[in-house]
């Protein structure tokens, strides 16, 4: 029996939609180049004409639509009235060396088998906000990767990270050992955030909220964080606690 080959080039991966005024400026400041097209409503026709403005520029559609096609183009009502088309970005395979940007900001949030990408992108949207300057992903299979909802709960924070992923993760946190604490979120057993030394910057790892961070990730923490609580409740959302944790670790870390 003779083989088959299937000799068609491989399937180029499908643009991503960047929705919301704050997500679409960022992408523009950021990568412009990246744009492929851009859709609006007639009321952020005044934030769209320097957009538009480039996009002609450079050959690129544009046009103003209609609130159910611009929901269609999205593929959510949650769209804020402005949708850019772009070249698809996901995250970065990790090098080794790691990269310099790594160590660049107060904090590193890294982030193990979180799979809702709207989690995701309010992490990010809480990391810039605190000043990193990237973020590490697991190779967890269970792990988001930059998506439409990601960039669009971002708000734009996902433009001024560089994402990583490790597959090997518990390896990668151990090469990045004495330049950052690797310090591991634990919703029990875990030193209160005051407690953490600050005489490095930081790289705080979260795990999914149902399994939290498993024994080989933990085992490569060099210490582990609990925020405690009124015990009304189990724990935070993982988005929440990231952004808490931050705050607590990041404020007063060595840049």
Same mark, same amino acid.
């Given at each position: 029996?003779? %083989?088959?080959?299937?000799?068609?080039?491989?399937?180029?991966?499908?643009?991503?939609?960047?929705?919301?005024?704050?997500?679409?400026?960022?992408?523009?400041?950021?990568?412009?180049?990246?744009?492929?097209?851009?859709?609006?409503?007639?009321?952020?026709?005044?934030?769209?004409?320097?957009?538009? #403005?480039?996009?002609? $520029?450079?050959?690129?559609?544009?046009?103003?639509?209609?609130?159910? %096609?611009?929901?269609?183009?999205?593929?959510?009502?949650?769209?804020?009235?402005?949708?850019?088309?772009? %070249?698809?970005? #996901?995250?970065?395979?990790?090098?080794?060396?790691?990269?310099?940007?790594?160590?660049? /900001?107060?904090?590193?949030?890294?982030?193990?088998?979180?799979?809702?990408?709207?989690?995701?992108?309010?992490?990010? #949207? /809480?990391?810039?906000?605190?000043?990193?300057?990237?973020?590490?992903?697991?190779?967890?299979?269970?792990?988001?990767?930059?998506?439409?909802?990601?960039?669009?709960?971002?708000? /734009?924070?996902?433009?001024?990270?560089?994402?990583?992923?490790?597959?090997?993760?518990?390896?990668?946190?151990? $090469?990045?050992?004495? $330049?950052?604490?690797?310090?591991?979120?634990?919703?029990?057993?875990?030193?209160?955030?005051?407690?953490?030394?600050?005489?490095?910057?930081?790289?705080?790892?979260?795990?999914?909220? %149902?399994?939290?961070?498993?024994?080989?990730?933990?085992?490569?923490?060099?210490?582990?964080?609990?925020?405690? /609580?009124?015990?009304?409740?189990?724990?935070?959302?993982?988005?929440?606690?990231?952004?808490?944790?931050?705050?607590?670790?990041?404020?007063?870390?060595?840049?």
């Amino acid at each position: 029996m003779s %083989e088959t080959f299937d000799t068609r080039p491989p399937r180029r991966p499908d643009p991503q939609r960047i929705c919301g005024l704050n997500a679409v400026r960022a992408l523009f400041i950021r990568r412009p180049e990246q744009v492929l097209r851009l859709h609006y409503l007639a009321e952020r026709r005044q934030v769209a004409g320097p957009l538009c #403005r480039y996009l002609a $520029r450079h050959h690129r559609a544009y046009r103003q639509v209609l609130e159910d %096609e611009l929901a269609r183009i999205a593929g959510t009502e949650h769209h804020g009235g402005i949708v850019a088309i772009a %070249e698809p970005r #996901r995250a970065l395979p990790l090098p080794s060396p790691p990269p310099p940007l790594l160590f660049a /900001g107060p904090l590193l949030p890294v982030l193990d088998g979180i799979g809702n990408p709207h989690n995701l992108g309010a992490i990010a #949207r /809480g990391a810039a906000f605190f000043g990193a300057k990237a973020m590490l992903l697991s190779g967890d299979a269970r792990q988001a990767d930059l998506s439409d909802a990601a960039f669009r709960t971002s708000e /734009g924070a996902l433009e001024h990270l560089t994402v990583f992923r490790a597959e090997d993760l518990p390896s990668a946190l151990r $090469r990045l050992q004495g $330049r950052l604490l690797i310090v591991g979120a634990a919703a029990s057993g875990g030193v209160p955030p005051e407690a953490i030394p600050r005489t490095k910057p930081i790289a705080l790892v979260m795990g999914a909220e %149902e399994t939290g961070l498993s024994a080989p990730i933990l085992a490569a923490c060099e210490a582990r964080v609990t925020l405690p /609580g009124s015990g009304l409740v189990e724990s935070l959302n993982v988005a929440a606690a990231t952004a808490v944790l931050m705050h607590a670790l990041g404020s007063r870390s060595s840049p």
